[in-house]
């Protein structure tokens, strides 16, 4: 079936650092994907996403690129702030099934130092 | 904007009580997910419905039973509470097939503590 992959954290940054969180997915269609973010005590947020090949899915400084030929996600931003600590959660849907879930990774937990 | 409403935010229950969760999704989103969240894990998909009839199924346990309602709210029965039922409980809703992209808003959770 579908599955995530993401690396596992916890990671942890000075603030301005460069952050990469690697993601990469198995899927036997053509999945839309997804980054949610979790802040400490709150739901999942809708980061970003993309839904085809090539798209780039980009919020709050947060960047990601549907990679089909390395089936990839990667979520980057330039400079981090204290404020990006949180969970970050790769995330995919399977479009060819309509509302299909949400099939998550295990999560990277975000510390950013000052 | 209104928000997917999840109610309690709390439960303390002792094993084998029941305990009922509430998720009132957003205006007009017909589609409703259920998600289990275990500490410090990935939130595990549990039941979804479209239009108040299942559409998937995922790991949810027999001794649990979801429906969603007329007006498109949905509740999560809980019943033979076990500890290992301690856990975030999230909904999210969405437009469904006519939305493409199938983009999930979730809650804000409920934290079931099972004593």
């Known amino acids: 079936g579908d599955s995530v992959t993401q690396m596992e954290g916890p990671v942890t940054l000075s603030e301005e650092a460069f952050l990469t969180i690697n993601c990469t997915y198995t899927?036997?269609?053509?999945?839309?994907l997804f980054w949610y973010v979790q802040y400490p005590g709150e739901g999942l947020q809708l980061l970003l996403k993309?839904?085809?090949?090539?798209d780039k899915g980009s919020n709050k400084g947060f960047e990601a690129t549907y990679r089909k030929e390395t089936t990839s996600f990667h979520l980057e931003k330039g400079s981090v702030q204290v404020s990006d600590s949180a969970v970050y959660f790769c995330?995919?849907?399977?479009?060819?099934?309509?509302?299909?879930?949400?099939?998550f990774g295990k999560g990277t937990r975000l510390s950013v130092i000052a | 904007a209104a928000g997917v409403i999840q109610s309690p935010r709390h439960l303390i229950k002792e094993k084998r009580e029941t305990a009922t969760l509430k998720c009132y999704p957003i205006?007009?989103?017909?589609?409703v997910y259920w998600y289990q969240q275990g500490p410090g894990q990935d939130p595990q998909f549990l039941i979804s419905?479209?239009?108040?009839?299942?559409?998937d199924k995922g790991s949810i346990p027999d001794r649990f039973s979801a429906q969603q309602f007329s007006d498109y709210h949905s509740e999560l029965n809980m019943s033979s509470l076990e500890l290992g039922d301690s856990a975030l409980y999230f909904c999210?809703?969405?437009?469904?097939?006519?939305?493409?992209?199938?983009?999930?808003?979730f809650g804000a959770g409920s934290r079931l503590t099972v004593l």
């Open positions: 999210a809703s969405s437009l469904g097939p006519r939305s493409g992209a199938n983009v999930l808003t």
């Open positions: 899927a036997t269609g053509y999945p839309s």
């Open positions: 993309a839904t085809k090949a090539d």
């Open positions: 995330a995919l849907s399977d479009s060819n099934s309509g509302n299909t879930p949400l099939v």
């Open positions: 205006p007009r989103h017909d589609t």
């Open positions: 419905f479209y239009e108040k009839m299942q559409s």
